[in-house]
């Protein structure tokens, strides 16, 4: 099992920055890649970003090219999400996911095992 936890988030002002970061312990061997999605009120979990875990090849949402980077520290089992220009409507709880079993890349949530608590990032305009 693998176990994530998320940090960063918070308010933040139309055009502001953010960084968030997911670190996982427990059987992070078993990581092939991971995730990230968010969620905004009434809508469905909408896939963002996913990133191999070994050899951090990426693959974006169209959604997110330019303006969302994923990256990792193996050394500290950790990904981490960079928002840059953000918007009101990037307002939503933003997840971390592992990916346990080697596939071609996903953007469904059910192709992920483990999942953190999700951490929110409020936009004001």
């Known amino acids: 099992q693998v176990q994530l936890v998320e940090s960063g988030g918070g308010l933040v002002q139309a055009g502001g920055s953010s960084r968030l970061s997911c670190a996982a312990s427990?059987?992070?061997?078993?990581?092939?890649?991971m995730g990230w999605f968010r969620q905004a009120p009434g809508k469905e979990r909408e896939f963002l970003t996913a990133?191999?875990?070994?050899?951090?090849?990426?693959y974006y949402a169209a959604s997110a090219k330019g303006r969302f980077t994923t990256s990792r520290d193996n050394a500290k089992n950790t990904v981490y999400l960079q928002m840059v220009s953000l918007k009101p409507e990037d307002t939503a709880v933003y997840y971390c996911?592992?990916?346990?079993?080697?596939?071609?890349?996903?953007?469904?949530?059910?192709?992920?095992?483990?999942w953190g608590q999700g951490t929110q990032v409020t936009v004001s305009s």
């Open positions: 427990g059987r992070t061997f078993s990581i092939y890649a």
């Open positions: 990133i191999n875990w070994s050899g951090g090849y990426t």
């Open positions: 996911a592992a990916q346990t079993t080697a596939q071609p890349w996903s953007a469904m949530p059910k192709s992920y095992d483990s």
